[in-house]
């Protein structure tokens, strides 16, 4: 192509996409955005993807160093899951489980995941609720564990304790139980009976202590908690087995044993939010075989079907179902798209592709002592705080000193300034204030980890070339 028709065809992509950016404004309510600033930008627009890169209206190809949102685990353009979903929707595209009636993809992908459910002798997983996000699963766990204690004549134990700073999700009863005081001043949360004690965050309220001794410290918060609101009506704890949306904190390894002691001893129930840790991510099939705890539910979405349609859901064990189907009749409760056939087709797919590609193990054995690698690298790195990774999710600290961990002036906003220099060079790390944190998908291959990692060194360095030039270091 000659420099004029190269020229001409970029100008025209570029109108196209200034077509599309103003139609967004007009009508397009994006979930989490300030809509003011976003129409003087306008939206980057994406058209395609393959593998762990997308490109936007302008042909920029950009490395998917966060897998979409936690969730495009396999990648794009996967032929299986794309023909497992044209194949179903082609012989049944929806039917409910209300009716007394079931469908095969839903029974099937019931029954695969708890084949590779944490294995719990003395309390095995049995059952899966099906939802259509891991928000609507958490609503799920508020009504199963509320109604469990009621069915059990404990009708005081209402109460659900969750973490500061977690994140379960945008629904009424998701954003009561995640702890983001933003969220819940849109919308006057948190609904009764959900309480929040502070997260495991070593950075931020370890002081002197070594991390192990801070996981104990942290931990007993709950104890502390438990008392303060008696244990007779404390009915379960919630939390990420690894933080993901607060900025990937990951709790030192005396934690999660922790909590479930103290959960054991007061019979609270045990609810391990594993929408982003579910399903391989930290290089085991669920984030609590890794962290050291036995939960008597599960939330997962996300990776469930890598993202390519909405799918959710709770798991749960013998513990819970003894008790809600054993003994409580109807549960009134379930969902439209329920064990919607060509989600949960699509589910199996991606359950086959990651076991008979053993993609959870390669995870474990190559990729993620691979990016831990480099991650101990990062910690030379002159504005880098903190640099830690947990299978294939990682984050990266900014500050204004290495040696005091000093934080940066909030209205700076550092970590956008970070996050704006990755677009421009082509690769997604997302920013939480100045935590630059990364999930880049289960498929990627050790050269795909080494180009993120060049990009993401590339993009720290210009982020502190400009602080330098703005006279902030
Ligand atoms: N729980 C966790 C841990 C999540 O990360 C998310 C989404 N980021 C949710 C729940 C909510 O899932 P959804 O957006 O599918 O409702």
């Not at 309510?29 to 976003?38: C, N």
């Not at 798209?337 to 797919?349: D, E, N, Q, R, T």
């Not at 903190?386 to 299978?391: D, K, P, T, V």
């Not at 906003?413 to 704006?420: D, P, Y």
Request: proline content about 5%; charged content about 20%.
């Amino acid at each position: 192509m000659s420099t004029t028709t190269q020229e001409s065809s970029q100008q025209q992509k570029h109108e196209a996409t200034q077509d599309i950016q103003v139609l967004d404004s007009a009508h397009y309510f994006h979930p989490f955005t300030d809509h003011a600033s976003l129409a003087k930008r306008g939206a980057r627009v994406i058209t395609k993807a393959e593998g762990i890169y997308i490109w936007d209206s302008e042909g920029k190809k950009i490395l998917d160093g966060m897998s979409g949102l936690w969730c495009v685990n396999v990648g794009y353009g996967r032929r299986e899951l794309i023909e497992a979903a044209t194949k179903q929707l082609e012989t049944l595209p929806y039917y409910n489980s209300f009716f007394q009636t079931t469908n095969v993809p839903a029974v099937e992908l019931a029954n695969a995941i708890i084949a590779v459910s944490p294995k719990q002798p003395d309390n095995p997983f049995t059952h899966v609720f099906f939802s259509g996000s891991g928000s609507e699963g958490n609503d799920t766990v508020v009504r199963a564990v509320r109604r469990f204690w009621d069915i059990k004549g404990e009708h005081q134990r209402k109460t659900i304790i969750s973490r500061w700073n977690a994140y379960h999700g945008s629904t009424v009863a998701a954003a009561s139980l995640g702890g983001m005081k933003g969220m819940h001043e849109h919308g006057d949360l948190p609904i009764p009976g959900i309480v929040h004690i502070d997260q495991p965050y070593w950075a931020e309220h370890g002081g002197d202590l070594s991390p192990e001794a801070f996981g104990l410290k942290a931990a007993s918060w709950l104890e502390d908690k438990i008392l303060e609101i008696g244990p007779e009506k404390v009915a379960a704890f919630i939390g990420e087995p690894v933080q993901g949306a607060g900025g990937v904190i990951i709790p030192p390894s005396t934690y999660w044993p922790e909590i479930q002691r103290i959960c054991r001893k007061y019979g609270v129930l045990i609810c391990a939010d594993e929408v982003i840790c579910g399903f391989g991510r930290l290089g085991v099939w669920f984030g609590c075989e890794k962290m050291g705890f036995e939960p008597d539910m599960i939330t997962f979405a996300k990776g469930v079907t890598s993202g390519y349609i909405p799918l959710g859901g709770t798991m749960m064990t013998k513990r819970v179902t003894d008790v809600l189907i054993g003994l409580g009749g109807e549960f009134n409760h379930g969902y439209t798209y329920s064990g919607h056939p060509v989600a949960c087709a699509v589910g199996l797919a991606n359950l086959r592709y990651l076991q008979d590609n053993k993609i959870v193990e390669k995870v474990a054995s190559e990729l993620a002592p691979h990016l831990a690698q480099h991650f101990e690298a990062l910690k030379d790195h002159p504005l880098v705080g903190m640099a830690e990774s947990c299978g294939l999710v990682a984050g990266i600290l900014l500050v204004k000193n290495k040696a005091s961990r000093e934080a940066f002036d909030p209205a700076l906003e550092v970590g956008m300034i970070c996050r704006t220099h990755c677009f421009a060079n082509g690769l997604i790390m997302r920013a939480v204030g100045d935590r630059m944190i990364i999930a880049p998908p289960l498929v990627s291959t050790k050269q795909e980890i080494d180009e993120l990692m060049r990009l993401v060194h590339l993009c720290l360095n210009l982020t502190l070339n400009e602080l330098k030039e703005r006279g902030v270091l």
